[in-house]
């Protein structure tokens, strides 16, 4: 069983259109990581968001924390086919800090 | 981008055999991990270093060993491949205010 959910699994739109993905967990985390993955290539770190109810902005993406720390969500505005990738949430593991937990990701495909 | 070299990127091994993977970083980083990446499970860490000579089990750590002679230097083996072990593998290094930085990733298949 996975600390961190993900959903949806897989979601493949239109360029143009909007979308969120998600990311909850029963427990609670003192912060959340999104990253994005590309074919071939490591995660990259989007965004950290370490406050309940914290709502960050990357461009086209915002990031949003749970008032209660248990779940995230990402929204993407008018998507584009350079946000395709597999995206990624990610926190402190309950048994150390030091390690993280990483949930099993939504593989995102933005269509031309 | 925190300069981080893993080595080979691609290899086929047989099932038995010792397999060690290599993981080069250039940016003086205390923290180095890794982690294995299949479908369905995300990433899962195996061990983790925090220091020269300093190391710790991560999640799934059966079957790996791990050393660290020096700072940039952080190897993976496998002592006996199996199966179960075909998956890819990321180095990662922790930056300040917990900022991790991946490799690109060794892909190992063990037939």
């Known amino acids: 069983t996975q600390l961190l959910e993900q959903s949806p699994q897989f979601l493949s739109i239109q360029e143009g259109e909007n979308l969120t993905v998600y990311c909850n967990s029963s427990s609670v985390f003192s912060s959340l990581q999104w990253y994005r993955q590309e074919p071939g290539e490591g995660p990259v770190l989007l965004v950290t968001v370490v406050t309940g109810g914290e709502v960050k902005k990357l461009k086209r993406l915002t990031f949003q924390f749970g008032d209660a720390r248990k779940d995230s969500s990402l929204h993407i505005t008018a998507a584009q086919t350079g946000d395709t990738g597999l995206y990624l949430c990610?926190?402190?593991?309950?048994?150390?800090?030091?390690?993280?937990?990483f949930g099993s990701g939504t593989q995102l495909t933005v269509l031309p | 981008d925190a300069g981080i070299t893993q080595s080979p990127r691609h290899k086929v091994t047989e099932t038995g055999t010792p397999v060690t993977l290599r993981c080069h970083q250039t940016e003086n980083h205390r923290y180095m991990y890794w982690y294995r990446q299949d479908p369905g499970h995300g990433l899962r860490l195996i061990h983790y270093?925090?220091?020269?000579?300093?190391?710790d089990k991560g999640e799934v750590s059966d079957g790996y060993s791990v050393s660290r002679s020096k700072t940039e230097d952080f190897l993976l083996t496998l002592e006996s491949a199996t199966s179960s072990q075909t998956s890819v593998y990321f180095c990662?290094?922790?930056?300040?205010?917990?900022?991790?930085?991946f490799g690109e990733g060794s892909w190992l298949t063990v037939v």
């Open positions: 990610a926190g402190p593991s309950p048994s150390s800090a030091r390690q993280l937990t």
């Open positions: 990662a290094t922790e930056g300040g205010r917990n900022t991790i930085y």
């Open positions: 270093s925090y220091g020269v000579k300093d190391t």
